[in-house]
């Protein structure tokens, strides 16, 4: 069992940004692919964005593609997700997830490691 912490949501108005991190509790991340996924009010989850443990392939939600950049630090133990010219559509709870493999780092069911969640809003 992998527990992660998120940190850096909030509330921004539209245009802005923030920047998420996310940590594993008292360990190292395992070695393999993660990534945030996001839940908004009354929508399915959506894989946002996805990094391989070596940070040589990443995978963009279409919707966010240009906007948000994925990144990770192994020796730091951390992995952001920097979001810019956020827009109202963005606003969803973000979820950190871990576990998944290179091959399959854009499957959503890929990743068994999920966080708490971070909220997002984005006001206008």
Request: with cysteine; charged share 20%; aromatic share 8%.
């Amino acid at each position: 069992q992998v527990e992660l912490v998120e940190s850096g949501g909030g509330t921004v108005q539209t245009g802005g940004a923030l920047r998420l991190s996310c940590s594993p509790a008292g360990r190292t991340f395992v070695s393999s692919a993660s990534g945030w996924i996001r839940q908004a009010p009354g929508k399915d989850r959506e894989l946002v964005a996805a990094i391989s443990w070596s940070g040589e392939v990443t995978y963009y939600a279409d919707d966010v593609k240009g906007r948000f950049a994925i990144s990770r630090d192994n020796a730091k133990n951390t992995m952001s997700l920097q979001m810019n010219d956020l827009k109202l559509e963005d606003t969803a709870v973000y979820y950190c997830a871990t576990g998944s493999t290179e091959q399959a780092i854009n499957l959503i069911g890929s990743y068994p490691f999920w966080g708490q969640g971070t909220q997002v809003t984005v006001s206008a």
